[in-house]
């Protein structure tokens, strides 16, 4: 009885008290009650001024967030995420919220499997990437892959929200690898998900466009023919050649212009050859697909 009585005292201090230092130190309570209360009082405080942000930025108020977003309590760690957004919309606070904890704390809601968070997470994200800075952070974490298993989902309890939290994937994947330079590493480790997301008759057409986008977008660097030949277990090229036999003329068309740029590797042509690329090409033709892009690509 003391116990709780103590917990519900200090509870309702945290709702008068408007002070950081004071606030930072509830945050590290076990309590999910006063974790809770803490993490709502410092959104408030967020939202509130300027200065109070200011005041949370440098009087341990990031690190207190990022301790109660992973924190058992699902409210406290939603309210935090809030904060932690909110002060990265803040170009003066965005760099030191992100440097001090919110950019991991932004990571693992993308990764966890609560929706709300991952669709905040997800929306921030899109936001950041603006930013060549944070672009490349994607990029050499290897987040890219991530963003691609999120956007193949297929089975959830809320298929409507599940499926514009994957388009947001998407979309977040097909901006940075058509203005970002893409490593051969992290190329290895998209490629696979990308075709397959193209060929799964549970995506959605949006999703298939997007995807194939990027995969034209990748054959178009010659630094990455080799990664599609060897993705898929080996069956990379046979993936294209594949596409070329798609009803979808739009898909088709695009299975056409990959096999168009792989066909200038040397090293790759035999490998298209014994793909059967040539007789995907020519069932092109005789639908009467791109005919002048699949003649050149014969010819090469």
Request: with cysteine.
């Amino acid at each position: 009885r003391n116990l709780m009585g103590s917990i519900v005292g200090r509870g309702q201090q945290v709702e008068k008290e408007d002070k950081v230092e004071i606030l930072v130190g509830f945050a590290r309570s076990n309590s999910k009650r006063l974790q809770q209360r803490t993490a709502t009082k410092l959104f408030s405080l967020v939202r509130t001024s300027d200065e109070r942000r200011a005041e949370i930025a440098k009087d341990g108020g990031i690190e207190a967030l990022v301790e109660l977003f992973n924190s058992k309590s699902e409210e406290a760690s939603e309210m935090a995420l809030r904060s932690i957004i909110e002060l990265s919309k803040q170009e003066i606070y965005r760099d030191h919220v992100l440097e001090h904890g919110g950019w991991n704390a932004l990571v693992a809601a993308i990764k966890s499997n609560r929706l709300n968070l991952r669709e905040m997470a997800l929306d921030t994200m899109i936001s950041l990437c603006e930013s060549e800075c944070y672009r490349t952070k994607v990029v050499d974490e290897g987040l890219l892959s991530c963003f691609l298993k999120i956007s193949s989902l297929s089975c959830t309890d809320n298929r409507a929200r599940a499926s514009f939290v994957d388009i947001k994937a998407m979309q977040i994947t097909h901006v940075i690898t058509k203005i970002q330079p893409i490593p051969r590493f992290v190329a290895m480790t998209t490629l696979d998900p990308l075709f397959s997301i193209v060929q799964s008759t549970l995506t959605s057409a949006q999703h298939k466009i997007m995807a194939t986008e990027i995969l034209v977008h990748l054959c178009s660097d010659a630094d990455h023919h080799s990664s599609v030949a060897a993705c898929c277990g080996g069956f990379g090229i046979a993936r294209v050649v594949n596409l070329t036999r798609l009803s979808n003329p739009a898909l088709a068309s695009a299975a056409a212009d990959m096999l168009a740029s792989l066909a200038a590797s040397p090293d790759v042509v035999p490998k298209m050859i014994k793909s059967n690329a040539p007789a995907g090409l020519a069932s092109l033709l005789r639908r009467r697909r791109t005919p002048l892009l699949v003649a050149r690509v014969l010819a090469s």
